[in-house]
């Protein structure tokens, strides 16, 4: 198939022609790019033609870090995003279960973040007492790192009767008991709905955390491979493969998975780890006391030793690290690991990363890039995380924690993503952010830690090459090129020239995969 796509303004991130008007794709690769009649003459008088109205164009939008499947199932949950106290979440439960807003008999809700609230503290199982006695409640912390739960859900869940209804990191696996596993055609189905809203915001590759730690990976990789062979599977997925267990993560190997194993547009990915627990939620795994907090240093997941035992297997086979650190002593627990695997195992470019990689202090920053590894971040955070950082570890550490500006001035790629669904996948109010580091809904806010702002094309490449490369695949795709995919976003507003605390509005009007228009508004 051969498509032209003519006067547009075309980013291409290309240093050898960064800014183009025409583009030539045939069987899904893009064949020349430049003026319309350079790239007519790449593709025959019967190439279909597509007029982009002098609009923006980018190489398509990656997301790194996010839980695709999740997202699916958290859009059928109470949304509490909105709330603004504990009886304002009673009262949105209530009128949630008037409504009949249950799921397998149990009211789930999500996304309250208590940090905003005028007494900020974690809901307990006597205020979900108060939404029922009778139906079991479940409510998702906005990090999804807390649960709390009432006395009914205890009751259920075969808690003692001490519980207090606040469930943290991995006491939070109980509510597994309650899940029921889709069927293949669900599944199919979830994968589905969750591509079509990606497309809707020019995002055509995501890194998703969907195997969980439950062992029956099988399940969601076959409805993956599924719809890849069939060719119903519009948006390229590279599978974080999370396994916390040793005998789990060798089962994978040997059923005969592999690192970049591909089916269409389906690839596995890099081993996923979680490390620790999140900053708004005191979870994540300090080195020192939280500052608001000295009982606490938070919650490890793993010991160094046991970390260590876990990622020998992962990184001998060939897959690079993918571990979730938010707090810095997470962080030093991960760098001392990836020290020691390469001193004994040595692997050229194993590209292993810290997600999230918040809390860091000047040493660890270096350490980050004398080991050769990666950064997945996600700007969205500063957006609620500005306003308590500095209160939970202290202004000297807060001031080179959120570092974009130095990892790169470093060398180290950065990649950014959501961790949808703990925050939306909406592309661009993302990608502001790593601009402007300010919160949109407070209008003529400076920007926190300015000197950390990145540049408009240093954030577009964030999203787009330095996506490609976490992947291994920088010469598959993130710059309009010929050769690579002919994936691109086609925008309502140029972002490069409009004033950065607009970026967030500009709105995502097409999206191509493989030089075919996927989405169109």
């Not at 279909?48 to 999740?70: C, Q």
Request: some cysteine.
């Amino acid at each position: 198939m051969e498509k032209l796509y003519v006067n547009g303004s075309i980013h291409t991130l290309d240093a050898a022609s960064p800014l183009v008007s025409a583009l030539a794709a045939v069987d899904g690769r893009i064949v020349a790019i430049g003026t319309e009649a350079e790239v007519r003459a790449a593709v025959s008088p019967a190439a279909e033609v597509v007029d982009l109205g002098g609009r923006t164009v980018t190489p398509a939008f990656s997301d790194t870090h996010m839980h695709l499947l999740s997202y699916v199932g958290s859009k059928r949950e109470v949304d509490l995003s909105a709330v603004h106290s504990v009886e304002e979440l009673i009262a949105a439960c209530r009128a949630a279960l008037a409504a009949g807003q249950l799921a397998n008999g149990w009211l789930m809700g999500r996304a309250w973040n208590q940090n905003g609230w005028s007494v900020p503290r974690i809901p307990d199982r006597h205020d979900l007492d108060q939404i029922s006695r009778e139906v079991p409640i479940a409510l998702s912390r906005a990090c999804y790192h807390v649960i709390c739960i009432n006395t009914r859900a205890i009751e259920l869940l075969g808690l003692s009767a001490a519980c207090d209804g606040v469930l943290r990191e991995d006491e939070c696996s109980c509510l597994s008991a309650i899940e029921t596993e889709p069927t293949a055609d669900a599944l199919e189905s979830m994968i589905q709905e969750g591509c079509g809203d990606l497309l809707k915001n020019g995002i055509t590759c995501v890194h998703t955390d969907d195997f969980g730690d439950a062992g029956h990976y099988e399940p969601v990789y076959s409805a993956y491979r599924r719809l890849a062979e069939t060719g119903k599977l519009p948006v390229r997925i590279v599978q974080q493969c999370r396994f916390g267990e040793p005998e789990k993560l060798k089962q994978f190997l040997a059923d005969g998975r592999f690192y970049g194993e591909t089916h269409g547009h389906y690839r596995l990915g890099e081993h996923k780890l979680l490390l620790d627990g999140s900053l708004g939620a005191r979870t994540s795994y300090m080195r020192k006391p939280y500052a608001d907090d000295p009982s606490t240093q938070g919650i490890p997941l793993f010991t160094e030793e046991s970390l260590y035992e876990l990622t020998r297997i992962s990184h001998a086979a060939g897959f690079p690290i993918a571990a979730h650190a938010i707090g810095d002593g997470a962080l030093e627990m991960l760098l001392n690991t990836v020290a020691r695997l390469q001193a004994e195992s040595p692997r050229p470019d194993p590209r292993h990363g810290v997600v999230h990689c918040q809390i860091t202090d000047e040493a660890q920053l270096k350490r980050i890039a004398q080991l050769g590894m990666q950064a997945y971040v996600q700007p969205i955070f500063v957006r609620a995380d500005q306003h308590i950082t500095e209160a939970r570890v202290g202004a000297q550490l807060a001031k080179t924690s959120y570092a974009w500006k130095t990892l790169l001035g470093l060398g180290i790629n950065i990649s950014g993503g959501s961790d949808c669904p703990v925050e939306p996948f909406d592309l661009l109010p993302n990608l502001a952010c790593a601009v402007t580091r300010t919160d949109p809904t407070m209008p003529g806010a400076m920007p926190w830690h300015p000197e950390q702002c990145l540049s408009v094309e240093e954030a577009v490449r964030v999203f787009t090459q330095g996506a490609a490369y976490a992947s291994f695949e920088e010469n598959e795709r993130g710059t309009l090129s010929v050769g690579k995919v002919a994936d691109f976003a086609v925008l309502s507003r140029d972002i490069f020239t409009i004033a950065p605390n607009e970026i967030g509005s500009a709105r995502v009007e097409m999206t191509v995969v493989d030089g075919e228009i996927a989405w169109e508004k």
